[in-house]
């Protein structure tokens, strides 16, 4: 009954690698986003859609594609994978666009080798 | 300058002490404030909003000056379980890209028998 689950835990890769991380809600929520998290903790929006339509795009490569089939669902697919795209990748959900309390996964812990 | 600052700590307190983070924010602009929790090797949670007037919630106090552009956290009597990252976020506004949460690096805080 986990509220928002994320797959993998963890993804191990090589450079230049084309990986995907998946996303779900079970609660129901309209807004979902993707967040990165870096060695030093900093918390970053990368994207936010609402009922399955981009409303926030951050600066962020375009190697990052993200895909929302229904509004369950969120996932993250990165090509040409670099040294510098590990981190922690988290998924979240809000009730609504407002976002006023947001529920994250456990997250994505991505290490390019 | 960075849009949300914190000290980062580390913070190591006994059990039983009075601690308090502070966090400030270089958007005037900003409307809404909150303080989240994050374990170690875990998601963030949210721990409480923080509104103009001060709020309480059980051992927990946030306090909000919009002159000074400035957030706190009060936590009293700490417990070993109040071991944590504490992550002060900011919402810009209500509208596009505005309305993302923007966080702190976080403050760590470790509680002592």
């Known amino acids: 009954d986990t509220a928002v689950s994320q797959t993998p835990k963890y993804l191990v890769t090589q450079m230049g690698n084309d990986k995907s991380i998946k996303c779900e809600q079970n609660?129901?929520?309209?807004?979902m986003y993707w967040y990165k998290q870096d060695s030093k903790k900093f918390l970053k929006i990368m994207f936010s859609y609402n009922n399955k339509e981009l409303i926030i795009n951050e600066t962020v490569p375009n190697r990052f594609s993200p895909k929302s089939p229904d509004k369950a669902h969120l996932n993250l697919h990165i090509n040409s994978l670099e040294l510098g795209d590990s981190a922690v990748y988290f998924c979240?959900?809000?009730?609504?666009?407002?976002?006023?309390?947001?529920?994250f996964g456990p997250g994505t812990r991505l290490t390019v080798l | 300058r960075k849009e949300v600052e914190q000290d980062p700590g580390p913070f190591n307190v006994p059990e039983g002490a009075t601690v308090a983070f502070n966090c400030t924010y270089s958007?005037?602009?900003?409307?809404?404030f909150f303080w989240y929790r994050q374990d170690c090797r875990k998601e963030p949670k949210l721990l409480m909003s923080v509104y103009s007037s001060g709020n309480e919630d059980g051992r927990f106090t946030a306090q909000l000056n919009r002159a000074s552009q400035y957030i706190s956290l009060l936590i009293r009597d700490s417990k070993l379980s109040d071991s944590a990252t504490y992550l002060c976020v900011v919402r810009g506004g209500t509208s596009g890209s505005a309305r993302q949460l923007t966080f702190g690096s976080g403050t760590q805080l470790t509680v002592l028998p």
């Open positions: 979240a959900s809000s009730q609504d666009i407002s976002g006023y309390e947001q529920f």
């Open positions: 958007n005037s602009a900003s409307q809404s």
């Open positions: 609660l129901g929520h309209d807004t």
